[in-house]
């Protein structure tokens, strides 16, 4: 398992996943998608877990993709990108289908992809305080492979009001928008989790997977051809002007040429 990503389980089955670039914010490169991918189907895989609770390791939870990540995909040959992006798109589709409830520990700030993996979570608990937002607009790309998950958590019109402005948003107003179940001081978070995760401790474990597994087949669909359209618009935003002047802007600590 890379150190970008930790996991540690209790004896009564409950799995803590945290992402580990706390010098970073959390930020996704390469490697650790690869790992919370691998780290999500090894903890399907387990009997002995019950819940996965997932974390991010230092002062946030995750600050969305490694602007360097990003970056390189300018240089990168197509087949380079969409590599890329799948790979991506591969994570968010692990967590998603976790036969395992899921349990989002949000705090400090959650940007871009990090909101779409709070958003794959069955219950996301925030601290009040925390600031989240779709920035991914301000750099010129736009927040493609998370949207089917971030729409099917807060439905359509509630994502268009914050989805492609880039606006950063309170954890009260995130609760309001379906992205978080509740919001809690920060002195009260791990009493919060722990409310979420003991109620799984008494149910049926192949119960609870086929309940979690009918409830996504009753919701809005996320098959390989919706994900196949979310890596097309993301590779075809990294390949735009915008895209390139935004992430160079961003680097040169300047405003991008569309910033009033």
Same mark, same amino acid.
């Given at each position: ?9 209790? #004896? +009564? ?5 945290? %992402? ?6 959390n ?5 650790? %998608? ?33 602007l360097?990540?990003? +970056? ?13 992006? +799948? ?6 589709q692990?967590?998603?289908?976790? #036969? ?9 700030a959650?940007? /871009?992809?990090?909101?779409?993996i ?7 608990? /925030? ?12 750099? /010129? ?22 989805l ?14 379906? %992205? ?20 799984? %401790? ?8 086929a ?8 919701? #809005?669909?996320i098959?390989?051809?919706v ?9 075809? +935003? ?11 802007a ?11």
């Open positions: 398992m890379s150190e970008t990503v930790l996991v540690r389980a209790d #004896p +009564r089955g409950v799995a803590t996943l945290t %992402l580990n670039r706390p010098d970073k914010h930020a996704l490169s390469a490697e650790m %998608l690869d790992a919370m991918t691998a780290a999500a189907r090894r903890l399907g895989a387990d009997p002995a877990v019950r819940v996965v609770v997932l974390a991010g390791a230092g002062a946030s939870f995750c600050a969305g993709g490694d360097d990540w990003m +970056r390189a995909q300018f240089k990168a040959p197509a087949a380079g990108r969409v590599a890329e992006a +799948r790979r991506l798109a591969l994570m968010l692990a967590l998603n289908t976790l #036969p395992k409830p899921l349990i989002g520990r949000v705090h400090g959650a940007f /871009g992809g990090g909101v779409g709070a958003s794959v979570c069955d219950v996301a608990v /925030g601290v009040r305080g925390a600031k989240l937002g779709f920035t991914e607009t301000r750099l /010129g790309v736009i927040p493609a492979t998370i949207a089917p998950y971030v729409i099917a958590r807060m439905g359509e019109g509630r994502a268009r009001r914050v492609m402005s880039a606006r950063v948003f309170d954890a009260d107003e995130a609760v309001r928008l379906d %992205l978080l179940s509740h919001a809690v001081d920060i002195e009260d978070l791990d009493a919060a989790i722990e409310d979420e995760v003991a109620p799984y %401790l008494v149910c049926a474990p192949g119960a609870v997977a309940a979690k597994a009918l409830a996504r087949s009753l919701g #809005p669909v098959d390989e051809a994900i196949a359209r979310t890596i097309d618009a993301l590779v075809g +935003r990294w390949d735009s002007d915008e895209a390139q002047q935004g992430i160079a961003f680097f040169e600590k300047r405003k991008a040429p569309w910033s009033a």
